[in-house]
């Protein structure tokens, strides 16, 4: 398996357009989650689902910020509009099951808002 | 409010020497910890865990240490290697379903 595939590597907008993070989890795997890495709060989760379905979005910052899974292989992170604020790493990843299991991570993107 | 603490952002060590890499946490509930490492340009990957049951875990030159009642663990690099080099991300949860609470992580430089 190629492991979890996060698309774009880098991604660099101007503030207030759309951004569209993707990712295709391990095959497979039930759970996946949304983490955003910063210098200042680390790793925080902002979403995950189990079986395609959300089960804890109280990570998100703002309404601005929405994930999707329309099915068991791809999800998106939607941020809209974007602001300088939302710059940071996002890293996407899943797992057999939720809890204990091990989580695999993708390589991540790189968001930069200018 | 963090509940997953590493008061450490980096830590220097001498190859060959013991790494030891702190974290503290404050929700009594959390019941299983884990560590993962990251390269840079890199997602996090696992590398080991433990039980609240346990007080050590150890998994060749990695060894974990839970301390309950003080709400500490720390993991035990030794001996510590170049490649070694990386930000270590501690992490925990409460139950068997529960989400993940990841650290801020110490950045480890293991000096040739």
């Known amino acids: 398996d190629a492991g979890v595939i996060q698309s774009p590597r880098h991604e660099v907008t101007e503030m207030g357009q759309e951004v569209t993070l993707r990712c295709k989890p391990i095959s497979g795997h039930n759970s996946l989650f949304w983490y955003r890495q910063t210098m200042m709060r680390g790793l925080e989760l902002l979403i995950y689902f189990n079986n395609n379905v959300p089960i804890d979005d109280s990570g998100m910052p703002e309404d601005r910020f929405s994930a999707k899974m329309p099915n068991a292989s791809f999800s998106t992170l939607k941020i809209q509009p974007s602001e300088p604020r939302d710059s940071a790493v996002y890293f996407c990843?899943?797992?057999?099951?939720?809890?204990?299991?091990?989580?695999?991570f993708g390589q991540g993107t790189r968001l930069t808002v200018v | 409010d963090q509940q997953v603490k590493q008061n450490s952002p980096s830590l220097s060590v001498q190859e060959g020497r013991i790494s030891i890499l702190n974290c503290d946490y404050t929700n009594s509930m959390f019941d299983y910890f884990l560590w993962y490492k990251k390269y840079p340009a890199e997602g996090p990957t696992f590398l080991i865990s433990?039980?609240?049951?346990?007080d050590k875990n150890e998994d060749g030159r990695f060894t974990v240490f839970l301390n309950k009642s003080a709400k500490h663990l720390s993991l035990h690099i030794v001996p510590s290697q170049p490649g070694d080099s990386a930000v270590y991300f501690c992490a925990a949860l409460r139950g068997s379903y529960d989400k993940v609470i990841f650290g801020p992580g110490t950045s480890l430089s293991v000096i040739p």
């Open positions: 433990i039980s609240s049951i346990k």
């Open positions: 990843a899943s797992s057999l099951i939720l809890g204990r299991a091990e989580a695999f």
